[in-house]
């Protein structure tokens, strides 16, 4: 495997149903990104773990819960989700420079499409 | 806060022709990134060319070349020679290179592009 792959690359669920998504990245980057993307809106980030921490949670329902068990594998747990939910998920990674100089450029995974019934 | 705007919803060209999309950005940083991306229909964003902020010359990579005027704030991408691979979503993203370093990406709306024959 090489990249950021994604798994499962479809999924449905219903609202009462709990499910997760699993984000692995094989470039040996240090940090990795979730990211939101809706039909006619920009993509959203929703969380961002730099160095296995959360350094960012952008406002995101407790509905969805991040982990990060190590650099190279990110998930995101799904529990009573909303159909307004439904949607795909990206996962990004990238490596962030310590030295306060941000990061490089972002390498995504091919997303698994959500749908909520 | 940063903000990306891409004001082309949609844009078509015909093959081997030159396109150019639109990026305007509005930030208070001086050190930044900024990236155009590729989503084509089968959804993996690719990275297609990065821009670092303190550099004058402009950006190329192949048939891709970006106009980046730092003082208005503007970063258009052309493509020329247009092939039908082509076609896909093209998204303008921001990164500032802050001492919160978290290396976020800020996205506009995005560019659906049509290559047609």
């Known amino acids: 495997e090489t990249g950021v792959t994604q798994t499962p690359r479809h999924l449905v669920m219903g609202m009462t149903n709990k499910k997760s998504l699993k984000c692995e990245q094989h470039l040996g980057h240090n940090a990795m990104y979730w990211y939101k993307q809706s039909a006619k809106k920009p993509l959203e980030l929703m969380f961002v773990?730099?160095?296995?921490?959360?350094?960012e949670n952008n406002s995101v329902p407790s509905r969805f819960s991040p982990e990060c068990p190590n650099s190279s594998h990110l998930f995101l747990h799904l529990h009573t989700l909303q159909p307004e939910d439904s949607a795909l998920y990206l996962c990004?990674?990238?490596?962030?420079?310590?030295?306060?100089?941000?990061?490089?450029?972002?390498?995504f995974g091919p997303g698994t499409r959500l749908t909520v019934l | 806060a940063q903000t990306v705007t891409q004001s082309q919803p949609e844009m078509s060209v015909q093959e081997a022709e030159t396109v150019t999309l639109s990026c305007t950005y509005d930030t208070s940083e001086n050190n930044y990134y900024l990236f155009w991306y590729k989503q084509p229909p089968s959804r993996q964003m690719i990275l297609v060319i990065r821009?670092?902020?303190?550099?004058?010359q402009n950006a190329t990579e192949n048939r891709f070349s970006v106009n980046f005027q730092k003082a208005a704030k503007s970063f258009s991408l052309k493509i020329s020679d247009s092939q039908l691979g082509d076609t896909a979503m093209y998204f303008c993203?921001?990164?500032?290179?802050?001492?919160?370093?978290?290396?976020?990406?800020?996205f506009g709306q995005g560019t659906t592009l049509q290559v047609k024959p």
């Open positions: 821009q670092e902020a303190y550099k004058q």
């Open positions: 993203a921001f990164m500032a290179l802050s001492s919160s370093n978290t290396g976020k990406l800020i």
């Open positions: 773990y730099s160095l296995e921490e959360r350094v």
């Open positions: 990004a990674s990238s490596q962030v420079f310590l030295a306060g100089s941000g990061g490089r450029e972002q390498f």
